[in-house]
């Protein structure tokens, strides 16, 4: 079974171009998939029961119906290779329906929270102006976590105030960055130690930043600012995106910015612009 999976994840990682990330969580996913069916020896002996016996399995262990949506997408995805390599004749997923998701609005902070939080970003040592600039760029960018990791020097074009990211399936767009955020990466490169690395942020020990330790810095920086939430590299993205579209930036736009692949993504945000002129209307109109 597990010659299967290394095709299939291979695949993924050649013909799909799948980022590390996403290839660590299909082939995870199958293990678990494949260890509740106790690991049967034969792909062909795998049934539709089994995929809605594993379903109830993890509403059982409590897992979010987001997680079980994912897994599921993992298997079918999985199964229609293996039909189309010929490997099996019926796929076991195809009458299997996936569970409803619940919509949940996005967390952000609002304009005067971020100020204050990225305000509070101050030392005097490398990984001070290191996190700062990390920080900022993030919030002026909108990029997720995997591709501020992924930026080099050569990425960026500060005299046009231009990133080049590489996104989801390596597809490149190029992104606006803001004064602040400008200043602080002049400031961190200014400070920066020399190196061999072509990677623009580097750990302590002089390599490539990974997704991890980004998520230590903010998670660092969450609790000494004192703001009282929990702030993580999702709501820093959420808030680039509700803070453009309140200034009346346009959804298209904000998808570009993003590097979202379908609209309908992107309007998750335009929920959340809604429930806060909801909120406006409720207090400021004397006969809401």
């Not at 299967?4 to 969580?25: C, G, M």
């Not at 929270?113 to 030392?123: P, Q, T, W």
Request: proline letters at 2%.
């Amino acid at each position: 079974m597990q010659q299967l999976i290394d095709k299939f994840i291979e695949h993924l990682k050649v013909e799909k171009n799948f980022s590390i990330n996403t290839l660590v969580n299909y082939s995870g996913d199958l293990k678990q998939f494949f260890k509740f069916c106790g690991e049967k020896e034969n792909i062909r002996n795998i049934s539709g029961l089994n995929i809605r016996e594993f379903v109830v399995e993890l509403t059982l262990k409590k897992y979010g119906k987001a997680s079980i949506e994912r897994k599921l997408a993992t298997l079918k995805s999985f199964f229609f290779y293996l039909k189309k390599e010929s490997i099996i004749e019926i796929d076991p997923t195809g009458n299997v329906s996936f569970p409803k998701k619940d919509k949940k609005l996005p967390r952000f902070l609002e304009a005067p929270e971020m100020g204050r939080f990225l305000d509070s970003i101050k030392g005097v040592k490398e990984e001070d102006f290191r996190d700062r600039a990390i920080l900022e760029i993030l919030y002026s960018t909108g990029l997720r976590v995997s591709e501020l990791t992924g930026l080099n020097k050569q990425s960026l074009d500060l005299n046009n105030n231009l990133i080049r990211v590489l996104g989801k399936g390596s597809k490149e767009r190029i992104v606006p960055v803001g004064e602040r955020a400008k200043e602080a990466l002049r400031s961190y490169i200014s400070k920066k130690a020399g190196n061999e690395e072509d990677a623009l942020f580097l750990n302590n020990k002089k390599k490539r930043l990974d997704t991890r330790t980004v998520r230590h810095i903010i998670d660092k920086w969450s609790k000494s600012s004192k703001l009282g939430k929990h702030i993580s590299p999702h709501s820093i993205r959420h808030s680039f995106a509700t803070h453009l579209l309140d200034a009346g930036a346009d959804l298209r736009s904000v998808q570009e910015l993003l590097g979202h692949a379908n609209l309908s993504t992107t309007q998750i945000y335009t929920h959340v612009t809604r429930e806060k002129l909801k909120s406006v209307y409720d207090k400021a109109h004397p006969r809401a």
